[in-house]
């Protein structure tokens, strides 16, 4: 039976990949302000911007099996020249946006169900210029947690912490060879990562087969988060 699986923010990075790989065998939702290059096949687009809209208003499915929310932002700035506002405009795509539409959908979420949220690597590790987005990531981590806690056994939640990921959302970190270069030696695997790496990481904690992991952050991250291969 093909599975009914829901993507906030699906039509571009690595939501276009989870979509376009899941869309072989299952019937894909994607929630998101643009089509983007999704496939056709086995896919519906739901247009949808997550900051001005209410996702229980539109047609979403009735049973839905898997659950990604995908938006996400890097907004890498020395502490002082941020302001206040930087850190809720954060809040509201990262998180605030993940709680208004998790509470849109969990009671269509089927038993058995997982749930897929995204982190940042610069939560387990401190890193100068994240302070913004590593705080927004990090009441994400607490937040899928306490809610796989609460949904046991009923639903699975788990969330992915990737390092940097070759996007469109990472396309001014990675605009020339010699930044790609400098990106890439960072890592233990000295790899910058790809949108595969973490979508095949989404879709493993997806699959059915997979279904004693929960509330667990896993880094997706080439090393950087654990490895120290300098000293």
Sequence with gaps: MMKNILLIGGSHGIGLEIATQLSEKNHVYVASRTIGQLPQTNITHIPFDVLAENLSEKNLPDQIHGFVYC?????????????????????EINFFGLVKTVKSVIGNMEEGGSMVFFSTVAVSTGMPFHTSVSSAKGAIE???????????????????APSLVDTPLSERLLNNDKKREMMAQRHPLKKVGSASDIANAAIFLLDYENSW?????????????????NS
Aim: aromatic share 8%.
């Design 142 to 160: 607490g937040f899928a947690r306490a809610l796989a806690a609460e949904y046991a056994p009923k639903l699975r939640v788990n969330v992915i």
């Design 71 to 91: 938006p996400g932002s890097i907004n890498l700035k020395p502490f002082k020249t941020m302001s206040e506002e930087i850190f809720r405009n954060e809040m």
């Design 213 to 229: 992991i929960t509330g667990q952050v896993i880094g997706v991250d080439g090393g950087i988060s654990t490895l120290n291969i």
